[in-house]
């Protein structure tokens, strides 16, 4: 079953915040984030692993409440380059495929 | 290193024609998958290998087959096409297990099927 996104999408100023959410029904093992520009392929953002390991990039952090089986998007300080098409891929157990949310489109302006 | 690679990157098809879709990766990774991406629906696993010699359904696998050729290659094939399947078709590979281990994409395949 599809995690849910939200929200759908997100305008912003250049600097200013924003936070897009994932939730699942299940329990999940792990959560990764993913951008994609349009035309594009996605690509690798952060891993959540449960148990709170976390892997990823500089300028982006997540959180991931297992209890709610939710993690959160943190972009802070957007710029320009931010701008694109944000998923959640979910995955219950160690070693399975990872099923993706709708996404979230995030523009930012300057 | 390419990472992993798909053919061809445009493709037209006329309703009942069957194609093949092609996905190599060179990262030694032992998972792959193929996903299709439409409007509004982000991205739905289609079918998936955990290893050479395994395949496994996804969301969305009628319409479709595939094959695990070996490590390295993983297709897709539509038997008879029809216009719902038209779509940009993305493969990617993971080193698979336990731990961190992020999932890479190919560049996709943009099919419209009349």
């Known amino acids: 079953q599809q995690p849910v996104q939200s929200p759908q999408a997100v305008i912003l100023r250049e600097g200013e915040d924003a936070v897009i959410n994932c939730s699942s029904s299940?329990?999940?093992?792990?959560v990764h984030w993913y951008r994609q520009k349009h035309g594009e392929a996605p690509v690798f953002l952060m891993i959540?692993?449960?148990?709170?390991e976390q892997k990823g990039h500089e300028k982006i952090s997540a959180s991931f409440n297992e209890k709610k089986q939710q993690s959160s998007l943190y972009l802070t300080a957007s710029q320009l380059s931010y701008s694109g098409t944000y998923f959640c891929?979910?995955?219950?157990?160690?070693?399975?495929?990872?099923?993706f949310g709708k996404g979230t489109t995030l523009s930012v302006s300057s | 290193n390419a990472g992993v690679t798909q053919t061809p990157k445009f493709q037209v098809l006329k309703t009942g024609q069957s194609m093949t879709l092609q996905c190599a990766q060179d990262?030694?990774?032992?998972?792959m998958y193929w996903y299709r991406q439409d409007p509004g629906m982000g991205l739905r696993l289609i079918y998936y290998?955990?290893?050479?010699?395994?395949?496994d359904k996804g969301e969305v696998p009628n319409g479709y087959n595939v094959s695990r050729l070996n490590k390295r290659e993983f297709s897709l094939r539509l038997e008879s096409a029809a216009p719902s399947q038209t779509s940009v078709y993305f493969c990617?590979?993971?080193?698979?297990?336990?731990?961190?281990?992020?999932?890479?994409f190919g560049p996709g395949t943009r099919l419209t099927v009349l």
């Open positions: 990617a590979s993971r080193r698979g297990g336990s731990g961190h281990n992020e999932q890479f």
């Open positions: 299940k329990a999940l093992y792990s």
């Open positions: 959540l692993l449960k148990g709170g």
């Open positions: 891929g979910t995955e219950i157990q160690a070693g399975t495929a990872l099923i």
């Open positions: 990262m030694n990774h032992n998972s």
């Open positions: 290998s955990a290893s050479e010699g395994t395949t």
